[in-house]
């Protein structure tokens, strides 16, 4: 059943000063096609309720940005499809509009084809802001909102690209899975070849927000990394990058792969790495891409290391978290220059026979800093023992993590760490601070520095355990 409005009803959108995002329903991807590996979309989504399926190629402010197969009778995207990078369109900062997009086309085709996202008045076939308040539940993005930067940022943030999730699944979902097809698709870029992405939810449950708006019980995301097969027509090729992505990375991979991740939003366990073929079977689904440069016998191999790719990126990450938590501040020495002048500039300005008491109340400092060196360096060795021993634990936690998957760069990164740690020792036990007061700061930043490192060995021990 479809709804229909009348000019009334556009009257209102205009008195509203409706804040415009192009969403247009079609009736193949082919306006937006070259968000498709190959520009062929997924197989094997039509098959079942394709009666309740749009197709809508997200536009912004005159510009597609991803696309997007809807489920009107769930109310959630079966997927959305996009692009790294794709940052396409005027040059804004990205926001989260407040509410979010819907789009009144899936309800009456009639109707401009933008999405609105300050009334209620179109949703019988959609999910509405309305749906998700008072809910445990929020908005889950299918295509990221950190992925690309300014209007595709903005531009995800339609309820035709999200499912309801809970706050710990998404956040989950995020550092699991966005986080690390984010780092993936950098190092696609990195070789000149372009990223194809697919992410969509599966298994819906008995849950509905408002008797609306289903609850998917899985999510998943499939990746291909390839050069274009047609760069004509691709305003994907001239965007700019995610600047807050790109950057030193050491991690590199010159050929073309593919891969999967699989979330269980119910049981909040963590999220699988799969094969595109592996996400395909458990879909029912034919072919996510056309093509991705490698066949069914390949596709194995390239996994692994895919996999062995994935753990570097993890050790980079936990040594890098390392070195930000040993590295040493060193106190900032005292000016004894300016001390100096200070004590001839007073015995310029003040009698002769006051001199003598000026050099004493500037030596008596001095002579508190020799006696009080033994019992700061004693200060200065324990907490550079308790440094040593949160490293050394931190060490052992990325050894173990690395050793239950595949071992890549231990003994180079290990060592790094252990160099690091010695030399905070050093500078730490042989450089003595000039006063009294760089003491005092030089203590409180190793207590700082201790009870951080604490706190990031809690963090990983929940994390091992």
């Not at 690309?148 to 995800?156: F, H, I, L, P």
């Not at 899975?177 to 780092?183: G, I, S, T």
């Not at 007061?437 to 809690?458: E, H, K, P, Y």
Request: charged fraction near 20%.
């Amino acid at each position: 059943m479809k709804l229909t409005q009348g000019p009334a009803g556009l009257l209102c959108l205009l008195l509203f000063h409706l804040r415009a995002v192009g969403g247009k329903v079609v009736e193949d991807f082919q306006e937006c096609s070259w968000f498709f590996q190959g520009k062929v979309p997924p197989q094997g989504f039509e098959n079942h309720s394709s009666d309740n399926l749009v197709r809508i190629c997200q536009k912004y402010k005159d510009r597609y940005h991803f696309a997007t197969l809807y489920r009107t009778d769930l109310r959630i995207p079966v997927y959305s499809a996009y692009r790294y990078p794709c940052s396409v369109g005027e040059e804004e900062e990205a926001h989260t509009p407040s509410p979010w997009f819907h789009e009144p086309q899936i309800d009456d085709l009639s109707l401009p084809d933008e999405m609105v996202n300050n009334i209620n008045s179109h949703g019988e076939l959609q999910a509405l802001n309305s749906d998700y308040k008072g809910e445990e539940y929020q908005q889950g993005h299918m295509y990221p909102f950190s992925l690309n930067n300014k209007t595709s940022a903005t531009s995800s943030c339609t309820l035709t690209n999200a499912v309801p999730m809970t706050q710990g699944a998404n956040m989950n979902w995020y550092h699991e899975v966005e986080a690390m097809v984010a780092k993936l698709a950098r190092t696609c870029h990195k070789s000149g070849r372009l990223m194809y992405l697919v992410t969509g939810s599966a298994n819906p449950t008995e849950k509905k927000l408002k008797d609306r708006v289903s609850v998917p019980g899985s999510v998943w995301t499939t990746l291909c990394c390839t050069f274009p097969q047609d760069q004509d027509n691709d305003p994907c090729q001239s965007s700019p990058v995610n600047e807050e992505l790109e950057g030193e990375h050491e991690v590199t991979y010159d050929k073309d792969f593919s891969y999967a991740f699989m979330k269980d939003l119910e049981s909040e366990a963590s999220a699988e790495y799969l094969t595109v073929s592996e996400v395909q079977r458990r879909l029912g689904a034919d072919n996510i891409f056309n093509s991705c440069g490698t066949d069914s016998q390949d596709e194995g191999e390239i996994s692994k290391e895919i996999e062995e790719l994935i753990n570097q990126i993890k050790m980079n990450m936990d040594v890098q978290e390392i070195k930000e938590d040993i590295v040493p501040q060193i106190p900032s020495e005292v000016n004894v220059a300016t001390a100096d002048d200070d004590l001839v500039m007073k015995q310029n300005e003040t009698p002769l026979e006051q001199s003598g008491e000026e050099i004493n109340e500037a030596i008596s400092p001095s002579i508190i800093n020799i006696l009080l060196a033994p019992f700061e360096m004693f200060a200065n060795a324990t907490m550079t023992l308790a440094h040593l021993i949160a490293a050394v634990l931190r060490v052992f936690q990325v050894l173990a993590a690395t050793c239950l998957r595949i071992p890549f760069g231990i003994i180079y990164n290990s060592a790094s760490c252990l160099a690091i740690m010695a030399e905070y020792l050093f500078v730490t036990v042989f450089s003595v601070p000039q006063d009294l007061l760089s003491i005092m700061l030089s203590i409180a930043s190793d207590t700082a520095n201790a009870i951080s490192c604490v706190g990031r060995l809690f963090k990983y021990l929940v994390r091992i355990l």
